[in-house]
């Protein structure tokens, strides 16, 4: 679709209004609500601006001083990409929502989350490698106030649900706005569900991603509930992830490189897996991205903190189901939903795409359980992620050193603001006893 076609298709859907947006490091929509003619003439006059600030944004909503972006708040240039362009479907007003790429003095943001994604699967794309991926999505429902007993009353792996109204709006959001959900899980936590995605290409699944998470958002405000992708909003519950599922196509061929029509693993796949193992430790800022989000990695509730692989092996971080050659993939247990889905998607890649360049072996398949086990651990605390992330050459060559800089300084100001807050523990145990 071009801009004469997305003008076409506003007049069909009598649209009135665009959501102009573009994802922020938290993966939060941020851009411009306009009026249909002025979103059109700006498309088309390259005029549709925001400042570059927006990409300093904490998850508070503070804006951090930068190493990349500087002082003077200049201009990112938004390039709206007409293939994401969907009705809004709630609301008074007919309106249609655009995810954006951006540009900046006249070349690709490469650091904006979207642009980097698409960054990293250009370098696959150059080798004749077409990644694919295939997220699974949990996520919480929250009362607004109080005890809900339709949050009480959960049984995991059930079918029926008191919230069967609530997943029909979703399922009838999501069809309008082009997110390809498919299975519904009523999972182990307290009023915790879990969606699976369907495969497809990594910018694709990531913009339904971003999508998702909107529509689950306003879904559950509509039915009077809070609907949370925190990766741990009860402690001592199970927390939520975003496994991700990596297969690799041939841009030739269309053919799956992990596994050959004798179901025997590649050279390729081994050393994609292996390039998880290494630099896994490097990308979990991406992947973990929050304080909240390790206490949720390693807690053994379904939740690995290793860099482990194995066959049907759900304790290792990195698993590979049993399944014809044309299925092989693997999938990576250790990310929570409370990512951005356009930097998870590219760590994940970046990982497998450096083990795949260096020709690296991985560890024998582990056999026995995970859990618990100290070898192959990850990084167990916030500061020790970005510590790794900044020490380390490949990723952040990939990933350029501008969005490397610009990321690490919002995460490190966010480490200080949740810092600054007495916890609950602090409380119990320091205040009067020290």
Known sequence: MDITQASAWLDAESIHRVEVLMPDLAGIGRGKLIPRNQFLDDWRGGNLRVPNSLLGLGIEG??????????????????????????????????????????????PASFTP??????????????????????????????????????????????????????????????????????????????????????????????????????????????????????????????????????????????????????????LFLSYIAGLQKYLPAVMPLIAPYVNSYLRVGSDMSAPGNTHWGWDNRSAGLRVPFGGYESRRVE??????????????????????????????????????GYGRRSQRLPRHYLAGLEALERCRPVRKLFGQQFVELFIDVKESEYLTHHQELNQWEIDNLLNRV
Not at 77 to 87: F, G, H, K, R, Y
Not at 338 to 348: C, F, G, K, R
């Open 114 to 267: 979207r642009d980097l994604l698409q960054q990293i699967v250009a370098a696959f794309t150059d080798r004749g490698w077409a990644p694919i991926v295939a997220p699974e999505l949990e996520f919480f429902l929250l009362p607004v106030n109080g005890t809900d007993k339709r949050v009480e009353q959960f049984s995991p792996f059930a079918v029926d649900t008191t919230f069967s109204a609530l997943f029909d709006d979703i399922y009838r959001y999501a069809d309008r706005q082009k997110v390809a959900i498919n299975t519904l899980v009523q999972e182990a936590g307290q009023g915790q569900f879990e969606i699976n995605m369907k495969h497809d290409a990594p910018l694709t699944v990531a913009d339904q991603v971003f999508y998702f998470k909107r529509i689950t958002h306003q879904a559950a405000a509509d039915h009077n509930l809070h609907a949370s992708f925190m990766a741990k909003p009860y402690p001592k519950d199970y927390g939520s992830a975003m496994h991700i599922h990596q297969s690799l196509m041939s841009t030739t061929s269309g053919e799956n490189l992990f596994a050959t029509a004798a179901e025997e693993t590649t050279p």
């Open 332 to 369: 990576n247990r250790v990310p929570g939903s409370d990512v951005n889905p356009y930097l998870a998607i590219a760590a994940n890649l970046a990982c497998g795409y450096l083990g795949m360049v260096e020709q690296l072996t991985p560890s024998a398949p582990l056999k026995d359980a």
């Open 62 to 107: 503070h804006f951090v001083e930068t190493r990349p972006l500087g002082d003077m708040e200049e201009d990112l240039i938004l390039e709206p990409d007409a293939s994401t362009l969907v009705a809004t479907p709630w609301g008074a007003t007919p309106t249609a929502s655009i995810i954006c790429s951006a540009s900046f003095d006249g070349q």
